[in-house]
């Protein structure tokens, strides 16, 4: 059994997480303490990647001027401002291509990060908090607001706080429709 910490400092079945967790749109006014934005760094931190190169940046916004103009790029989707922390998870495109050419720079960057972005939900969750993959954004006008230098990409915004909402499960499709053994 693979347990992690939950927000009421008892184990949570690593499966209980993943079902357990939600894309939110609607926070509480509460802040989310620094040290718990730390905790969700380090959860990503340990995501695999690719040669173990981890090419995973990380932009961690409060302002609320820097918050409204994201959501403004992340077209007009204001939820993200009124939460308390923000988490910009960019891939660093160099440092994957130095590693892996064309393909790192492309292809793994991208995979790392997401790895590390999925864990960053799943720590999130066992702490209590409420988080949503938001990858619809300008990407320029994302680069510009936070002066993101060439060779880094943001790849995902990723609002935090505690959720004033629990939206229900969402149906998955049946793992007999999605599995396929020796060939597609």
């Known amino acids: 059994m693979n347990l992690v910490w939950n927000k009421w400092g008892e184990f949570m079945d690593i499966l209980e997480a ?11 006014k509460s802040d989310v303490a620094p040290e718990i ?11 695999p990647s690719a040669g173990n190169i981890q090419p995973w940046e990380f932009i961690i916004i409060r302002k609320p001027e820097i918050k409204r ?13 009124e939460a308390p922390v923000v988490i910009v998870v960019c891939a660093n495109e ?67 706080g505690y959720p004033a909402e629990y939206p229900k499960p969402r149906s998955r499709r049946p793992i007999n429709e999605i599995v396929h053994y020796e060939t597609f």
């Open 37 to 47: 934005v730390e905790k969700l760094i380090e959860a990503a931190r340990w995501a």
């Open 69 to 81: 103009k994201l959501a403004e790029a992340a077209l007009n989707q204001f939820f993200i401002e």
């Open 94 to 160: 160099v440092r994957s291509s130095q590693g892996y050419g064309v393909r790192g720079e492309t292809l793994y960057c991208l995979q790392d990060t997401a790895a590390a972005i999925q864990n960053i939900h799943l720590a999130a969750c066992a702490l209590g908090l409420g988080t949503c993959w938001v990858g619809a954004f300008r990407e320029e006008r994302a680069r510009e607001i936070l002066k993101i230098p060439n060779g880094i990409r943001p790849v995902a915004l990723i609002p935090v």
């Open 18 to 28: 993943i079902k357990r967790r939600r894309s939110i749109r609607a926070f509480q």
